[in-house]
T-cell receptor, first 114, second 114 residues
Framework: SAVISQKPSRDICQRGTSLTIQCQVD?????MFWYRQQPGQSLTLIAT?????????ESGFVIDKFPISRPNLTFSTLTVSNMSPEDSSIYLC???????????FGNGTRLTVT | GDSVTQMEGPVTLSEEAFLTINCTYT??????LFWYVQYPGEGLQLLLK?????DKGSNKGFEATYRKETTSFHLEKGSVQVSDSAVYFC?????????????FGSGTQLTVLP
């Protein structure tokens, strides 16, 4: 399965600032996704990162708050903009190589906003 | 809509005890079913999967059988170890090609005591 490297692994940020999270995969993958896992909760899909075009956002998530880039088939970034304490979560990059294959996850970025 | 209901945690067991984590689902169509595990400080890892009724997924001593008649996919292990302490997520996927196809349960925290 694909090896997914996510950076940073954790960060503590001040309110009002922005953080960009990087996701690098060791092979080309069809689909890349960004999930959020709030403390003690399950995973919520933020968006699908589309190569060479704008990401597809789920209900409740908008591009101004969570801009996403995917310049090629192995790399994507998620930015958490104008952060507030409510953005404190684990952010997870995941990939799937084909519609019927399972999701594989990076180790996540643990974000704390003070 | 599609949903996954998991046994509420936390679950605390002694080493070598028998483990069952219940998972039931509601879905239109014919879902694939998964168990993911999240060890402390890490991202999610696929533990096992089953793609059709009566399939049994197995890995690392864990098993789960896809029961269409009871819409269940309960996770079992005959003898747990301290290293099995983690959060376990049940998930389903509909092979529609949509990024919305993967639905997670709320997760069950397992702690195994020596």
């Amino acid at each position: 399965s694909a090896v997914i490297s996510q950076k940073p692994s954790r960060d503590i940020c001040q309110r009002g600032t922005s953080l960009t999270i990087q996701c690098q995969v060791d092979s080309q993958v069809t689909m890349m996704f960004w999930y959020r896992q709030q403390p003690g909760q399950s995973l919520t899909l933020i968006a699908t990162a589309n190569q060479g075009s704008e990401a597809t956002y789920e209900s409740g998530f908008v591009i101004d708050k969570f801009p996403i880039s995917r310049p090629n088939l192995t790399f994507s970034t998620l930015t958490v903009s104008n952060m507030s304490p409510e953005d404190s979560s684990i952010y997870l990059c995941s990939v799937r190589d084909g519609y019927n294959s399972p999701l594989h996850f990076g180790n996540g970025t643990r974000l704390t906003v003070t | 809509g599609d949903s996954v209901t998991q046994m509420e945690g936390p679950v605390t067991l002694s080493e070598e005890a028998f483990l069952t984590i219940n998972c039931t689902y509601t879905a239109t169509g014919y879902p694939s079913l998964f168990w993911y595990v999240q060890y402390p400080g890490e991202g999610l890892q696929l533990l096992l999967k089953a793609t059709k009724a009566d399939d049994k997924g197995s890995n690392k001593g864990f098993e789960a059988t896809y029961r269409k008649e009871t819409t269940s996919f309960h996770l079992e292990k005959g003898s747990v170890q301290v290293s099995d302490s983690a959060v376990y997520f049940c998930a389903l996927a509909i092979s529609s090609g949509s990024a919305r196809q993967l639905t997670f349960g709320s997760g069950t925290q397992l702690t195994v005591l020596p």
